[in-house]
């Protein structure tokens, strides 16, 4: 795995660097010409990504197919075929052939990899003209390419997604001689490559047009935020505006990560742009270093759940439900907030536990110092969420335009602080377009992993396609029995054993294929109070997306978790056991909106009324983070746990208890009934608090 080769260097920036890298499986380290290759194809890559959302007007399939080009050759010219362990002997073959770098061999797998990956754009009219029954160089050219796709896929991911792929490639060519419950009738091989291909249900499919397109776009523009100074700026706002409070170095870890991963929608990214800072305040004020790195991972992994941007897989889910993206983001909102306000609360359970204090004022950076100096980062955020929400533009139109403005930003702030110091503003110019086209080929760097993990992810989609879908389908719906509990249960548990191996986006791509068409049909004949459960496609895509991401933090193998462990000096698995065992929270949330689609605000557009909903589920979540921790206003009995555990199921699902009493409209006299319950619990803690204080008062 990726996590391996992470080595602590005490550079800070090259740490970093690598943590991100490690991400992607981009090994950052190329010198020589092979660097300066690598340096302009990913600038030239950015350059093209960005022509294409504004100038350069190209068929979908031909932008698919040199974006994918791009990201192989990248990946060829910074990944080696073999990588020897830190064990190897020196007289290892791998070492002697000097194959612990790029050797002429990858180059030239690289350039048979491109040109496998721009076929279907160099020779469109002549495989147009003959659909469905390629010749024999495409049958050459396509074998060749899903190859290449997959060993780079392996190079840069690890070999999880690849042998999943492969597994699905035998079974459309093994199908006919399988057993009667997994068989059908296969495909040949002409068929399968056509499809695979030389097709838009393959590789070229969906997951890699949005990859192409919206996901390029948002990674280029998170990646440049950061190296602009964006995520160092947000977590030094949190700082100063929550550090003072109790647990406050936390509370601040928890907001600096919900803005952060709302731009860079990345885990691992996010706990080493703001863990950095955050990990050893938190320390500092006495929160013990697993907690304080599984607080971070908690906090980054559900960034990728914090709308504007989220994660890449919520841009698919788009093109999947085929609803613009604004409504992928509408309905992520409620779930993403309550989880991170119950977040807050566990930040602040814990430093209640643990007897911390805030900082003191002289520990804090100045608020106002800090919004000063770094004001104009909110320039670019600004101008996305006004061109997605006020002008309600594509979201790639608007977050093409928030780069430009984030551009002249990153060339005209060495200016200004030239200008400030007085030294040559020309010099600062020189340096800003420098830190412009440096970023923007560190933006195209961290996209050469997701593009091929939704290429790859694509030839599973289209194994689908050629029938395995119906078969699949009908065996899953015979191991879950008939039962959506039992699915739901399914799909949480493969979705974070997948999720050990791969990327999110791959591990979403897959799971909403298989399960989220069974979970709609499953729910169509399950009925709850009399009525009839209907899950919103949304709701189905949302629930894999969820367990996906969970799985980042997920023991044994949450690289999120290594990432914040190596920064917290800690034990990765305790990390990831303790980070998990705070996001239980998260889990919850998407079996809860499965059947109270209130949550995803389905079909509500009323504004008082999404804020009372968020309100009612936050309030749910903080009872459930109570319950789990064992702690509301003190130390809770097992009465106290049973009392908000039943809150916790009213506030989330209120018609679960008015579907038995009153009618389904009436849930409001649900949200009451679990006030009730919390207001049980903290008058009976407020007592048991003043009578204990008594106690020892006359003691």
């Known amino acids: 795995m990726a996590h391996k080769h992470i080595q602590k260097d005490p550079a800070g920036d090259k740490y970093r660097e690598e943590l991100v890298n490690a991400e992607h499986g981009m090994r950052g380290d190329t010198m020589g010409i ?149 068989a059908f009738k296969g495909a040949s091989l002409t068929r399968f490559v056509s499809q695979i291909t ?91 270093a697993v907690k304080a790195a599984a607080i971070e991972v908690a906090s980054s992994v559900n960034g990728q759940l914090a709308p504007p941007v989220m994660g890449a897989a919520a841009f698919i889910i788009a093109e999947y439900v085929n609803v613009p993206y604004v409504e992928v983001a509408k309905a992520a909102a ?73 551009a002249v930003i990153i060339v005209l702030q060495p200016v200004c602080i030239a200008h400030v110091h007085k030294t040559s503003k020309w010099a600062g110019f020189k340096l800003g377009v420098k830190n412009l086209l440096n970023s923007m080929a560190a933006g195209a760097n961290n996209m050469a992993g997701v593009a091929l993990a939704t290429a790859s992810a694509g030839i599973i989609v289209g194994c689908v396609s050629l029938g395995l879908g119906q078969q699949i389908t ?37 799971m909403a294929s298989l399960t989220a068409p069974v979970l709609v049909e499953l729910a169509s004949n399950f009925t709850i109070h009399g009525m009839q459960l209907a899950v919103p496609l949304m709701a189905a895509h949302l629930y894999c997306f969820y367990f996906g991401i969970l799985a980042d933090d997920t023991p044994p193998v949450g690289l999120a978790a290594y990432a914040g462990a190596a920064i917290a000096n800690a034990s990765p698995i305790a990390v990831g056991i303790q980070g998990f065992f705070y996001d239980i929270r998260t889990a919850l949330l998407p079996l809860f909106f499965i059947f109270n689609h209130d949550i995803i605000l389905w079909n509500i ?25 064992g702690w509301y206003v003190t130390y809770t009995n097992l009465f106290d746990r049973v009392l908000l555990l039943g809150a916790t199921v009213v506030l989330m699902y209120p018609a679960l208890l008015t579907g038995f009493f009153l009618p389904h409209e009436q849930r409001h006299f649900g949200y009451a009934a679990g006030l009730g319950l919390m207001a049980i619990v903290y008058v009976r803690q407020k007592a048991s608090l003043k009578l204990a204080t008594k106690k020892e008062a006359v003691a």
Not at 243 to 271: E, H, Q, T, W
Not at 491 to 503: D, E, I, R
């Open 474 to 510: 009908s065996f899953v719906e015979i191991l879950s029995m008939g039962n959506i509990f039992l699915l739901l249960f399914i799909t949480a548990a493969a979705s974070l054993l997948l999720g050990m191996g791969l990327p999110t986006t791959a591990n979403y791509i897959i």
């Open 34 to 182: 092979t660097g300066k290759i690598t340096f302009i194809v990913a600038l030239c890559w950015s350059l093209f990504q960005m022509a294409t959302a504004s100038v350069l007007l190209l068929d979908s399939v031909f932008v698919k197919s040199i974006h994918l080009a791009f990201a192989i050759t990248l990946v060829y010219l910074n990944i080696p075929l073999i990588k020897p362990s830190a064990s190897s002997a020196r007289w290892d073959l791998r070492i002697l052939l000097a194959m612990n770098r790029v050797t002429v061999l990858d180059y030239i797998l690289g350039i048979m990899a491109a040109v496998a990956a721009l076929y279907i754009f160099l020779d469109y009219a002549g495989i147009s003209s003959r659909p469905g029954d390629p010749n024999m160089r495409d049958i050459l050219m396509g074998v060749l390419l899903v190859v290449l796709l997959l060993e780079g896929t392996r190079r840069v991911l690890g070999p999880a997604l690849p042998v999943i792929s492969t597994i699905f490639i035998l079974y459309v060519f093994t199908g006919p001689y399988l057993p009667d419950i997994i």
């Open 605 to 629: 557009d009323s504004l008082p009324l999404a804020v009372f909903i968020f309100a009612m589920t936050a309030l749910g979540m903080v009872c459930f983070a109570s319950f789990v921790q």
């Open 198 to 288: 030389m097709d838009t249900q393959g590789i070229y499919g969906i997951p890699l047009q949005v990859s192409a397109t919206v996901v390029f776009l948002f990674v280029l523009f998170g990646t440049m935020l950061d190296r602009a100074g964006g995520g160092t700026f947000f977590t030094q706002l949190a700082i100063s505006g929550l550090g003072k409070y109790r647990g406050g170095a936390a509370k601040a870890a928890v907001f600096s990560s919900a803005l952060s991963g709302m731009v860079s929608g990345s885990s691992i990214a996010n706990v080493v742009t703001t863990g950095t800072f955050t990990i050893p305040l938190m320390k500092k004020v006495g929160y013990p």
């Open 334 to 406: 409620v779930p993403a907030f309550a989880s991170y306000a119950a977040l807050l609360w566990i930040t602040h359970v814990e430093a209640c536990k643990l007897g911390l204090r805030g900082l003191s004022k002289d520990e804090l950076p100045r608020a106002w110092h800090v919004l000063r100096n770094g004001l104009h980062f909110l320039l670019p955020l600004g101008m996305l969420l006004y061109e997605l929400i006020a002008l309600q533009h594509s979201a790639e139109l608007s977050v093409f335009r928030a780069i430009c403005v984030l």
